[in-house]
Structure formats: C-alpha cells, structure tokens
C-alpha cells in the first residue's frame, strides 16, 4: 500500500489588486449606468403621464362637442320636421309679438 499525505496548510490565494480595480471600476460603471437608466425612465414617465392627461382632455373636449352637437341636430330635426309634416314656418323678426 501506498501512503498518502494530505497536508494541513490551506493554500489562501489573494486576490490581485488588478482584479479587485477591475470588479471597482465594474461597479461604478453599473452604478452610472443604473443612475443614467434612472433618470431616462422618470424623464419618460412624466411624458406619458402628461400625454395621457392631454389625451383626457381630447376626450373631454370630444364628448362636450357630440353632446353640442347632439342638441344642435335635435333642433334642426325639429324645425325640418314642423315645415315638412305641418308647414310650419320660423316667424320673422316682424313678425314676432312680444307680450309683458
């Protein structure tokens, strides 16, 4: 049988200060980068936050003018509809007898 010698001491290696300047200067890279990435995403969050109050406010604007419109057919339909089935005319300004 052959003796086997297992030894004792631990072989510690260290790190190089090359390697240890490198995972540094990883770091910071990351920690630009994670700041410039940051900065981009908030800048553009505010832009869709202001371009969907805009598009609101379209909407808004939109409704008002179909519910204006809405009334200004509805008189028209009116009218043409009195002149058509009964004859009936708008009266002229002179026509008009104002009572108090």
């Known amino acids: 049988m052959e003796r086997v010698f297992v030894s004792t001491k631990r072989n510690v290696a260290h790190s ?9 200067f990883c770091l910071i890279v990351f920690a630009f980068i994670s700041f410039f990435m940051m900065s981009a995403h908030s800048r553009l969050r505010e832009e869709l936050v202001e371009m969907l109050r805009r598009e609101r406010e379209i909407v808004d604007m939109n409704n008002k003018l179909k519910t204006e419109l809405a009334g200004i057919t509805q008189a028209r339909m009116l009218e043409l ?3 058509e089935r009964l004859g009936l005319k708008k009266p002229k300004d002179e026509e008009v007898l104002v009572l108090r």
Do not use: E, G, Y
């Open 16 to 24: 190089s200060p090359r390697s240890t300047l490198l995972i540094v």
């Open 81 to 83: 509809k009195a002149k």
